[in-house]
């Protein structure tokens, strides 16, 4: 059984119709609550609050880094420091929200866990017995892969097949596994962390359809991003809507929404998000994602040419883990050679997070329609991190690590037209404020072999902010599987500093041995001993010489400078091991 290119948008817009009240679906059966028995309260239903978030501090196994620079200024004895190991991170405190009381029942992270892997019916109730002996069940995924940390409510009544609504939050940790060489959530993660809509649908009673026979698979949304990506510190607070269900056949659908907010801000808009459940033959036989780049050409837009040409037109899987590592001139090579200076190069995201083994073509004029095209490979293997847990007895790769994937194709595609050498510190982020359209159609599975990324480049903008649009497509074993409209990346101004100085104590370098310079920044308990010059309440102490040298120019000189936070470029002091102040502790003049 197939869901038709052309069916499921029609489904989706008449199902948008008759929740408006314009009648009823066309060509697709909506259910409410087709359970046979009436729905009963859920008797022993575990009410458990998690009123109180787990601490942000990393987990006690963790030990303490000894992190060094040019002779702080401690409140204590300086810190003499050898050979250092990484630094290990310290928390930042995120303000406490106001409390706000959900309707319907809580869940902890214990109990979270629990619904991934051991019987719903234990945390949901003895109305969810009959499914307990079902080897495959819709579940959110077990950890590593299971982001959320709490539901703080749901709206909904457990096994009617209707309409609800659930809450959960996820807490950004300074240990957290998943964070990038600049300390933040990425961009995938980031939607994945939206992953309780599973979580719902099972809560409305999908299994007692499904009997184990049928899995979920996310279909298609619209996805956008409203601000920054998230750092320690912060709480992710979803909040999910399922709005209704459908059948294509033997197929059952359902459509949903979400928001996703931090410290107040929205951040991440879901729309249109589509996902069905599906038996095993019916996945082997789909026919994938039915788009060919030679029928859909953009319309006209800018195509800025490269700031360096890159005299190589492929990468090895040696030269993107130098560039994931922070050293571009080993991968780009000639015209890069003052990247080498560089503090915290624009990067890809290291280790386990790095999707891309090689890169095998790369031609800034080439590709369908002659503005630009990328193709990096990676091979799949069982043993892959992605497939423990995600979900269980069905293993598979989330989407949203696709999309990351993809992702991390545009940066390298950027990177590689040279718009990285001039823009140290920098960092790639999404184009925010743009919809994104994503369909789903495949599928990676431990049996699979080679996951295919291509970039069809649409439009360059050299800056001030470089950016970059395309059209992602990702092909499993000659299958597409994933298709993103018209993605924008944009290369965005960052401090080291401001991800850094959570990192660890002061500490004093007592020898030349070269370190990593994110060992030099600790500024985690510092308190200046000594008199500073202050002019307006703003204090020329260590931190602001260290800010002048890789922090925002306002952190190092006062809000005056604010101007210069930006794309402006201002005068640095250099930073450690060739920095030798410790305060400033007089000013003369305006």
């Given at each position: ?5 052309t ?22 059966t909506q ?6 028995s ?102 959110m ?63 409305l ?62 951040r991440?808009?879901?729309?249109h ?101 990328l ?32 992702l ?65 497509l ?27 100085k ?35 309440g ?6 602001s ?36 102040m ?9």
């Open positions: 059984v197939e869901i038709d290119e069916t499921l948008p029609a489904l989706r817009a008449a199902f948008d119709a008759a929740s408006q009240g314009a009648g009823p679906l066309v060509g697709a259910f409410a609550r087709p359970i046979d009436p729905v009963q309260p859920v008797v022993g239903l575990s009410t458990q609050h998690s009123e109180t978030r787990p601490s942000l501090e990393p987990a006690h196994h963790h030990r303490a880094e000894s992190v060094q620079r040019h002779r702080p200024a401690l409140a204590s004895s300086p810190i003499p420091v050898p050979v250092p190991p990484a630094p290990v991170a310290v928390s930042i405190p995120a303000p406490a929200p106001a409390a706000t009381v959900r309707p319907g029942q809580k869940f902890d992270r214990r109990q979270l866990e629990l619904l991934a892997s051991g019987k719903i019916s234990s945390v949901f109730g003895p109305q969810f017995e009959p499914q307990d002996g079902y080897a495959r069940q819709v579940r995924p077990e950890p590593p892969l299971l982001l959320a940390d709490r539901v703080t409510g749901i709206d909904a009544v457990p096994g009617s097949l209707g309409k609800g609504t659930l809450w959960t939050e996820t807490d950004v940790r300074a240990d957290s596994w998943y964070l990038d060489d600049e300390g933040r959530m990425p961009a995938g993660v980031m939607i994945e962390a939206g992953q309780a809509d599973l979580l719902l649908i099972s809560w009673g999908i299994d007692a359809l499904n009997k184990g026979e049928r899995v979920y698979r996310l279909l298609g949304c619209e996805l956008t991003y409203r601000g920054g990506l998230p750092v320690p510190g912060d709480t992710l607070a979803y909040d999910i809507h399922v709005d209704g269900h459908a059948n294509q056949g033997p197929v059952r659908l359902f459509f949903f929404h979400y928001d996703c907010q931090v410290r107040g801000q929205t991440l808009t879901v729309r998000g589509q996902a069905g459940f599906f038996t095993d033959e019916e996945l082997a036989n789909s026919a994938g994602v039915l788009w060919d780049c030679a029928e859909e050409k953009p319309g006209d837009g800018k195509v800025d040419p490269p700031a360096v040409q890159c005299q190589k037109n492929q990468f090895s899987a040696a030269e993107l883990q130098a560039f994931a590592s922070g050293r571009p001139y080993e991968c780009f090579g000639p015209g890069w050679e003052t990247t080498q200076a560089h503090v915290r190069s624009p990067r890809i995201t290291s280790q386990k997070m790095q999707f891309l083994r090689q890169v095998t073509q790369f031609d800034p004029k080439g590709g369908p329609w002659g503005r630009g095209y193709r990096a490979e990676t091979p799949v293997t069982p043993q892959d991190w992605f497939f423990q847990g995600h979900f269980k007895n069905d293993p598979c790769m989330p989407g949203t690590l696709m999309f990351e994937g993809c991390q194709a545009m940066s390298i595609y950027l990177a590689g037209l040279g718009f990285t050498i001039e823009r140290d510190g920098w960092r790639f982020e999404p184009v925010p404020d743009t919809k994104y359209p994503m369909r789903c159609r495949g599928q990676v599975r431990p049996e699979s072999k080679q996951l295919l990324y291509e970039v069809f480049v649409s439009e360059v903008h050299e800056g001030p902010i470089p950016t970059v649009y395309a059209d992602l990702c092909t499993v074993d000659g299958r597409k599987a994933f298709h993103a409209k018209r993605v924008g990346l944009q290369l965005v101004p960052d401090w080291p500093l401001e991800h850094w959570h990192l660890g104590p002061a500490a004093t370098r007592l020898t030349g041995q070269s370190v990593p310079l994110r060992s030099l920044a600790g500024l985690v308990q510092y308190r200046e001993p000594k008199p500073v010059a202050t002019v307006d703003f204090a020329f102490d260590y931190h010489l260290l800010a002048c040298a890789w922090g925002p120019p306002s952190a190092a000189f006062g809000p005056f400078y604010q101007r210069f936070d930006g794309t402006r470029r201002a005068a640095r002091l250099p930073g450690p091991p060739y920095h030798f410790s305060r400033v502790t007089k000013l003369e003049g305006p």
